[in-house]
């Protein structure tokens, strides 16, 4: 019988938690800055977007402030061409709208590497820095390969707010 005490506390204190409106265990709300990418959920591995030739990852950095956002595109790039990686925010609540912010383009000419997304003109820094309005969000990356566009590779998913 104590057992069954025990797990009944356990079940009424997780759900006087939930009720009062904390997550616990999700690390998804962020009290400080916060980083994460795609591959930290697969073994490290990076998406094939472009058959064996192109790799992408995609990550999210939280700054400071806890609202603003940046998009970090990690890549292996083995097709000998420089290339251009974007991404863009979408809204989980809305996944098939309209992007939440667009942070822009950044090219390359490495074969492995990252970049953050905004960085070539017309961006700038008003595109590659976004103060996300409270909701929850990931961030898609994808690449230019010989004028068509690849990838739609997409982040954890981050909350703000």
Same mark, same amino acid.
């Given at each position: ?24 265990? +999700?690390?998804? $709300?962020?009290?400080?800055? #916060?980083? *994460?990418?795609?591959?930290? =959920?697969?073994? /490290?591995?990076? !998406? ?30 083995? +097709?000998?061409? $420089?290339?251009?990686?974007? #991404?863009? *925010?979408?809204?989980?609540? =809305?996944?098939? /709208?309209?992007? !939440? ?61």
């Amino acid at each position: 019988m104590h057992k069954m005490n025990g797990r009944v506390t356990k079940a009424v204190v997780a759900g006087t938690i939930a009720v009062s409106g904390l997550v616990v265990g +999700t690390g998804s $709300a962020h009290a400080d800055s #916060a980083y *994460a990418c795609r591959s930290a =959920n697969t073994q /490290g591995r990076y !998406a094939a977007v472009y058959g064996t030739s192109v790799y992408l990852d995609s990550c999210y950095d939280v700054l400071d402030d806890r609202r603003t956002i940046e998009a970090q595109v990690p890549f292996q790039n083995w +097709t000998s061409h $420089a290339l251009t990686y974007c #991404a863009h *925010a979408l809204d989980v609540n =809305n996944i098939y /709208g309209p992007w !939440a912010h667009d942070f822009g383009c950044t090219s390359s000419g490495e074969l492995t590497g990252s970049v953050w997304a905004g960085h070539d003109a017309p961006y700038g820094s008003s595109w590659s820095d976004w103060t996300a309005p409270a909701g929850t969000y990931v961030i898609s990356a994808g690449v230019w390969v010989d004028g068509h566009y690849y990838g739609d590779v997409q982040s954890p998913r981050t909350t703000i707010g």
